[in-house]
């Protein structure tokens, strides 16, 4: 099964076995199949952090598109440390379109995803790397993620603090990687919280607005915005030929902003910088690859840049993974021999080591 449809970026080559599985039982046919042929194993949701080799996937790929619906629960307690009795609780299944997932709270007036708003992919793969923009993180509304363990073949839930959530990371995509296959999500929405505008970007869209924006005001210009800059996927718009964001935005110590300054020959104020974990300094990865010469619609075979966002890498038509490699490979280069810092991407790869 060819496996380049399944993901946005449109390339790799095929899963020698694939099966959808639209319901959770049908995980214990799934995985007993592989076991006994000792294949490996791998969980597909959208394919929108995703980039697949030529060669493809020797083992089986489970397209774990698991339900469709988000179901409230009225009376549930808050997580720790957050005692908020005003909470609305909510359980949606992996298989649901997390943009669907968006518009359903936010059309209820409640806030504390309307920022996540066009994010490409499925319920499912949010907690996985813990997606964020424009201020807000999914993390921040996780009360817990269920999952079959594929070792144990148990269902086992894991709440907001087993599952180890930081920038771009979670348990799913570090220490337990490749160990869970998640069915359902338990989110968590404080019902006084008031919507989120932190970025600039946001900021300006609401900028002279005479009333507060609601959640859902705030989810249409989010995708607003995200179509202006090639992030939401847009039939025919060949700059959403991505998997997003190609690289992580590098979080470093204090000291290597005075070494990024230097050798920008800039003053360290000007170069773009928010305070994250630990004490420690998020830079921006577009700022450093511009700063390396990478500009907007930069292509290099049938690989680019997205024309409307540096960080998006993008497949001009008919690419092969070899080609995102090449391009990748020359950012990440050229932006270490320039300022010392090693960037890091985002999407997952599969099909590029014999298991994996
Ligand atoms: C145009 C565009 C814009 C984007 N913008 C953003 C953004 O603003 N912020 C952001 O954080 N990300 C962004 N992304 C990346 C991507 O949309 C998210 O990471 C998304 O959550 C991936 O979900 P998916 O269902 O497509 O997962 P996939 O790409 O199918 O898989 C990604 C990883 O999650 C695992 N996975 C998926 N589903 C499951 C499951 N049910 N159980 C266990 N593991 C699973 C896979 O094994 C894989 O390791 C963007 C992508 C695109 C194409």
């Given at each position: 099964m060819a496996l380049a449809p399944y993901t946005t970026l449109g390339v790799g080559g095929p899963a020698r076995w694939f099966a959808r599985v639209t319901r959770p039982p049908e995980l214990l046919e799934a995985l007993p199949f592989a076991r006994a042929r000792r294949l490996p194993l791998f969980v597909l949701g959208g394919g929108s952090n995703l980039l697949v080799s030529d060669e493809g996937f020797p083992g089986l790929v489970i397209h774990a598109v698991f339900g469709a619906r988000a179901i409230v629960h009225p009376a549930a307690q808050s997580y720790e440390p957050k005692l908020n009795p005003a909470t609305m609780t909510v359980?949606?299944?992996?298989?649901?379109?997390?943009?669907?997932?968006?518009?359903s709270i936010c059309e209820q007036g409640i806030s504390g995803v309307e920022c996540l708003a066009g994010i490409p992919g499925l319920v499912g793969g949010s907690p996985i790397q813990n997606i964020g923009a424009y201020g807000q993180e999914v993390a921040n509304s996780i009360r817990s993620v269920t999952a079959l363990d594929i070792e144990t073949q148990e269902y086992v839930?894991?709440?907001?603090?087993?599952?180890g959530f930081a920038y771009r990371r979670s348990v799913f995509n570090t220490a337990l990687r490749n160990r869970y296959i998640v069915t359902a999500v338990e989110f968590q929405f404080?019902?006084?919280a008031r919507p989120e505008l932190a970025y600039a970007d946001l900021v300006r869209h609401f900028a002279g607005a005479s009333?507060?924006?609601?959640?859902?005001?705030?989810?249409?210009a989010v995708r607003a915005i995200r179509a202006r800059k090639g992030m939401l996927l847009v039939e025919g718009d060949s700059d959403a030929r991505s998997a997003g964001s190609f690289f992580k935005n590098p979080v470093v110590e204090e000291v290597a902003v005075a070494r990024v300054a230097h050798?920008?020959?800039v003053p360290r104020a000007e170069i773009p910088h928010w305070p994250a974990e630990n004490g420690r300094l998020k830079l921006s990865a577009a700022w450093l690859m511009e700063r390396a010469g990478f500009h907007k619609g930069f292509a290099m075979g049938r690989a680019g840049l997205s024309s409307k966002h540096v960080l998006a890498i993008v497949n001009r038509g008919g690419a092969t993974a070899a080609e995102i490699v090449a391009l990748r490979d020359a950012v990440v280069r050229e932006?270490?021999?320039?300022?010392?810092i090693r960037l890091e991407?985002?999407?997952?790869?599969?099909g590029f080591t014999p298991t994996e």
């Open positions: 359980t949606a299944d992996a298989g649901m379109v997390w943009d669907d997932f968006v518009l839930v894991l709440d907001h603090h087993a599952c404080d019902l006084e009333a507060e924006p609601t959640p859902q005001d705030i989810y249409h050798a920008a020959g932006v270490e021999g320039r300022f010392g991407q985002e999407p997952v790869m599969l």
